[in-house]
């Protein structure tokens, strides 16, 4: 089974600020998603990826395969990213699909 | 129009209870789930479903059984409801026809259920 660490647990900066948010794993996997959850608990997914890099407007994840490593980064920082950022493992087979780790809790203050 | 959606927004039952969720996707996915976020904000999956193949977490207990009408829809529905099972339930679809459960397709959330038992 895989084991999912995100860092930091908690995470309070000043608006403008370039975040980095982390997540390892440990075991080799298929595929890397980020999810955003929002203070009103709905889901988004940000990205997915197995390989390299993927942008969004101010995000960015990167993925690291034989570090078994991402990061997920906010550049320019708003109060408006306050969130919980959850990395999601794929490792195919068994029964548990995904393995999620326990989140990031984001502040961005104004 | 919202992609995926889910009723009720917020459930209070008694334990013992058998109560059901519901959840419709309109985006023509071929993978439904069902997730739970339990206090502590930490999410499990609980199923798949996918071309009438179900695909559980064995951890899940077997009072709860979701119910696929058709390919838009997977309901879940719990019985003999526990003080444990109240947490947040999201659903969520993808295209993902491969069978993995999710794994290597983007998902689309549903907005929660918070379900409380008494």
């Known amino acids: 089974k895989n084991e999912v660490e995100q860092s930091p647990q908690n995470l309070t900066a000043q608006e403008g600020e370039f975040i980095t948010i982390n997540c390892s794993y440990s075991?080799?996997?298929?595929?890397l998603h980020w999810l955003q959850q929002h203070p009103g608990g709905g889901i988004v997914s940000l990205f997915m990826l197995s390989s390299g890099k993927k942008k969004h407007g101010r995000l960015i994840a990167t993925i690291n395969i034989q570090e078994k490593h991402s990061s997920l980064h906010i550049t320019a920082s708003h109060p408006r990213d306050s969130a919980v950022y959850i990395c999601a493992v794929y490792s195919g087979g068994g029964a548990d699909g995904l393995t999620f780790g326990k989140g990031t809790h984001l502040i961005i203050q104004p | 129009d919202t992609a995926v959606s889910q009723t009720p927004k917020y459930l209070v039952t008694q334990m013992g209870n058998d109560k059901s969720i519901k959840c419709e996707q309109n985006l023509g996915h071929d993978t439904m789930y069902w997730y739970k976020q339990d206090s502590k904000k930490f999410l499990k999956i609980m199923f798949s479903?996918?071309?009438?193949?179900?695909?559980i977490n064995e951890t899940v207990p077997n009072r709860f059984s979701p119910k696929s009408p058709d390919k838009a829809h997977l309901n879940l529905h719990i019985n003999s409801l526990e003080l444990g099972d109240s947490a947040v339930y999201f659903c969520a679809s993808s295209q993902d026809p491969t069978r993995t459960r999710g794994g290597t397709d983007t998902q689309y959330f549903g907005p929660g259920t918070r379900l409380t038992v008494l």
């Open positions: 479903y996918n071309n009438k193949e179900l695909i």
């Open positions: 075991v080799g996997i298929s595929a």
